[in-house]
């Protein structure tokens, strides 16, 4: 393995929130490295400190310590490392998320290239590829469509597409087939496999959904805080 293939490494994370009597441990000493290619889901009871963690790789909440590198850059080192953190985002990252929270007002396609315009993409560039991108993801026929026409399964995939719409290495995603049938939310996992694969990309889910663990590389085990165990998924 080169250093290259590890697109996420973080080095002792804590994080807590508040302080004295009312402080919470909600993360303490994690290290974890995700390679390119790698799809690995988050587990654990409620309140172990998924989100806390999904949203710290996201550059969304600094960790109290502990150092975070993305896709080779040092990103966090006791503090933010880069000023503008929306850009770090842009580049880097991208977030799909339980309801797929796209824009109401936005056809389906201008949920995609609102990305692009955000990243200083030419216009007719940005069209053409959310076009490409909803059909990969078998909704481009619906790339006309406003959010509140398009079913749960549809809306969720030009939530993908838009997540992936500017080539980030670090795909993050919180419970995205939670409101989806079993096989909806199977083709969808395969999908973003696929996409993995692919573009060597990462992806990291919380999930709680046990209908789709056989389609994890790895499985995260989070406990009070800590790993408590970093296993295989499927072989
Ligand atoms: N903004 C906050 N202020 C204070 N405590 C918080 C805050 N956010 C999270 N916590 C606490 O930190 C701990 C971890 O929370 P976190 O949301 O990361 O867990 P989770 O595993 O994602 O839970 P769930 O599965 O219920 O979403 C919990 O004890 C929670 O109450």
């Not at 963690?53 to 150092?67: E, K, M, T, V």
């Not at 997540?163 to 939670?178: K, S, V, W």
Request: glycine share 8%; with cysteine; hydrophobic share 45%.
């Amino acid at each position: 393995m080169t250093r290259e293939d590890v697109l996420i490494d973080l080095q002792g994370i804590a994080k807590h929130y508040g302080e004295g009597e009312t402080r919470v441990d909600a993360l303490r000493s994690i290290d974890l490295q995700v390679r390119a290619g790698e799809v690995i889901a988050l587990l654990g009871p409620s309140g172990s400190g998924k989100t806390t963690l999904l949203n710290i790789i996201g550059c969304i909440l600094a960790p109290s310590a502990g150092r975070v590198t993305l896709d080779g850059e040092p990103v966090f080192d006791g503090h933010w490392l880069r000023r503008d953190l929306r850009r770090l985002r842009l580049e880097k990252i991208g977030f799909i998320f339980q309801s797929h929270n796209l824009l109401p007002f936005l056809t389906a396609e201008e949920n995609v290239s609102v990305v692009l315009d955000l990243a200083r993409w030419p216009a007719d560039k940005a069209r053409e590829r959310s076009r490409q991108l909803l059909d990969y993801l078998e909704v481009g026929r619906r790339a006309a469509a406003k959010p509140a026409l398009l079913s749960g399964g549809e809306a969720q995939r030009v939530a993908i597409a838009r997540a992936l719409a500017n080539q980030p290495r670090i795909i993050l995603a919180d419970e995205p087939t939670a409101a989806l049938d079993s096989k909806r939310a199977q083709l969808v996992m395969d999908l973003l496999r696929k996409l993995a694969a692919e573009q060597q990309a990462c992806i990291v889910t919380v999930t709680h959904d046990e209908k789709i663990f056989d389609r994890f590389d790895r499985l995260i085990h989070l406990r009070d805080g800590m790993l408590s165990s970093d296993g295989p998924g499927v072989e």
